[in-house]
């Protein structure tokens, strides 16, 4: 009976052929190269993402002299909202994908509507996809918004006289830990934007393909040509 099972299975994943292997490949590629070249972009072609960690880090360094520091918490209250949100809506996608899954019979049904022939678990498998990379994006918000948090409290250590000799550094450890939550907060983005490319294998490898580079024109055009960077770079005199 276990033989016939495992007959079934390498039956049923027949539909997979070489190209959906392939576009998985290269969607699975495109991600890991497009965070690294984004976090640690060519020097004569800055990302926005870099650029604005040099805001940050300035940030960090006028808010010792700022009195009183409303105005700084308040931003970082924002940005541990913006996590807290995000991480709220990938796990309500997760539950849903789950459910999906679950329901083998209703996922079957949506293939007849979409007259594909193809068994549940080839659709179980591509959502599973999707899942994936909402499932990271998950971890990543959870792990920024801590981060945000253990930059709150670096922040809440500086002391109120800007002379004092642990002023300047904690400052700066608090713009690196400021760093290191928005890094974790883009590549929570990304992996949102990869999971709705990841979704266009439900039309089949080529759709896997055109939706995952799609997903790369788009991320590259906002990190490397968008009207922001163009405003960041702007001179200020």
Not at 123 to 139: D, R, S
Request: aromatic share 10%; net charge positive.
């Amino acid at each position: 009976m276990r033989n016939a099972a495992h007959m079934e299975l390498f039956d049923q994943l027949r539909y997979f052929t070489v190209l959906d292997g392939l576009a998985v490949i290269y969607l699975l590629s495109a991600w890991g190269i497009l965070g690294y070249v984004i976090e640690n972009p060519p020097k004569k072609r800055i990302s926005t993402s870099v650029l604005v960690a040099d805001y940050r880090r300035e940030w960090m360094v006028h808010m010792i002299t700022r009195k009183p520091r409303i105005f700084d918490a308040t931003v970082l209250a924002t940005l541990r909202e913006g996590t807290s949100f995000l991480a709220s809506a990938c796990l309500i996608a997760i539950g849903g994908g789950l459910a999906a899954i679950s329901n083998a019979e209703r996922l079957s049904g949506v293939a007849r509507d979409l007259a594909l022939d193809a068994p549940a678990i080839i659709w179980e498998v591509k959502i599973l996809l999707a899942l994936f990379f909402i499932t990271n994006a998950f971890l990543k918000f959870i792990w920024s918004n801590r981060l945000f948090g253990y930059c709150g409290v670096v922040m809440a250590s500086v002391s109120n006289d800007e002379s004092a000799p642990q002023a300047l550094p904690r400052a700066r450890k608090a713009g690196e830990l400021n760093i290191t939550a928005a890094r974790a907060f883009n590549a929570g983005i990304r992996g949102i934007y990869f999971a709705l490319g990841a979704l266009s294998w439900l039309l089949g490898p080529e759709g896997l393909l055109l939706g995952g580079t799609l997903v790369i024109f788009i991320m590259l055009r906002r990190e490397f040509a968008s009207t922001s960077r163009e405003i960041l770079l702007s001179d200020e005199v």
